[in-house]
Every structure is written in C-alpha cells, then in structure tokens.
C-alpha cells in the first residue's frame, strides 16, 4: 500500500506541490487583500475593489514567483529576471481575468466580494496560473535522457 501512494506522490508531485504552493499564494494574497481594505477602503467607490484586487495580485505574484521557481518546478533557468519577466506576464493575463471576473459578479451580478473571490475568481486563476506556468514559463528543454524514456529506448 505505501509503495502505491509513495508512486502517485512522486507522479502526481508537481501538481500537489503547486497546489500546496497556490493555497499559500492564495493566503498571501487574500491577506494583503485584507488588510488594504480593513485598513483604507470603505467600498462606497466602485473601482475600489481593483485597487484590492491589485495590490493582492502584487503580492501573491511576488511569494508565488519565487516558491514556483525552486519547488514546484525545480527550475535551473539561469536567466532569472527573464524568466520571472514571463512569469509575471503571464499573471498579469490572470489578474486581467481575474478583474473581468470580479467586475461582473460584485459590481454587475451583485455578488459579495469574497463569495465572488474565493468560490469563482480563484479557482479560474489557479487554473490558469498552472497552465501557463507549466506550458510557457517554466517549461523544460528534453535532453537525451527524458526522451530515451519517453521511447522506452
């Protein structure tokens, strides 16, 4: 029994890395989130909640660049500043969707901020920070070895 979990574990390690990556992101974020609106928003102003929204992404893209880099994907790009150039591009197209999510369920759909956040807009953007993180930022070069595998040769 504890071979066959120990295979999934090391099968399924990136995804449940990033996962246990993404709630923390997530915590961050929604913390910085938190503590701008207690402490300086009233929401009486509708763009209000953008200015929330932006400084959370800020600092969940500042904790998750870095904990994805070294564990999730085990990054060994040695161009650093390139990488989280692209890395924090691909976020901005999250935050992008993220705002549009949020825009229409709070300010259209009349939804409670943190309904709209926690059980709609995270779920879509974690999806999607997986996706291009694992397809466009830190994709890895095959070398010999991995396609020896792949072919069984």
């Known amino acids: 029994m504890t071979d066959k979990i120990r295979q999934l574990l090391v099968k399924y390690r990136e995804i449940i890395i990033y996962l246990i990556v993404g709630v923390l992101t997530t915590i961050v974020s929604w913390g910085a989130c938190f503590i701008v609106d207690w ?18 992404w800020v600092a969940g893209v500042l904790f998750a660049y870095p904990t994805n880099r070294r564990f999730v994907f085990r990054s060994r790009n040695p161009h650093i500043m390139r990488e989280f150039r692209g890395f924090a591009a691909s976020r901005v197209s999250t935050l992008l969707l993220d705002l549009a ?39 890895k070069k095959k070398t010999a070895e991995d396609v020896s595998e792949e072919t069984g040769k």
């Not at 509708?46 to 400084?55: C, H, K, L």
């Not at 949020?102 to 300010?107: E, G």
């Not at 779920?123 to 694992?134: D, E, R, T």
């Open 39 to 56: 402490l300086f928003l009233d929401h009486t102003i509708e763009w209000q909640d953008d200015i929330i929204n932006a400084i959370g």
């Open 101 to 139: 999510i949020m825009r229409i369920t709070v300010n259209w759909l009349g939804l409670d901020f943190w309904i709209a956040k926690v059980f709609i807009s995270s779920v879509l953007v974690m999806i999607a920070n997986y996706v291009f993180s694992k397809v466009l930022v830190f994709r």
